[in-house]
């Protein structure tokens, strides 16, 4: 079974820094990408941040230049360094993967809450 585990999410003040991570385990067919999305109160879930397995990656507008999503094959992990914090990025931040024959698999979500 597959299971994803994310953590590092937290309160920080506006301009501040999180870095997220979301561990693999289980089995799972060939990745094709890993990505985070997030969810704040009354909206529906977006992308933040998608990396194929080719390396491309996918930003959402509004963390371009401020979120970089990373992935460490040997650990099954995979990261989002958010920087540049704003109120609007809060959220409850879910981890996702997908595989090649297409199966979507979801973290139990972590939640992020920038304020002063």
């Known amino acids: 079974q597959v299971q994803l585990e994310e953590s590092g999410g937290g309160l920080v003040q506006p301009g501040g820094s999180l870095r997220l991570s979301c561990v693999v385990s289980g089995s799972i067919f060939s990745i094709y990408s890993m990505g985070w999305y997030r969810q704040a109160p009354g909206k529906q879930r977006e992308l933040v941040a998608t990396r194929r397995t080719s390396s491309i990656t996918n930003y959402a507008d509004s963390v371009k230049g401020r979120f970089t999503i990373s992935r460490d094959d040997a650990k099954n992990t995979v990261y989002l360094q958010m920087n540049s914090l704003k109120p609007e990025d809060t959220a409850v931040y879910y981890c996702?993967?997908?595989?090649?024959?297409?199966?979507?698999?979801w973290g139990q979500g972590t939640q992020v809450t920038v304020s002063s």
């Open positions: 996702n993967i997908v595989s090649f024959l297409g199966t979507s698999y």
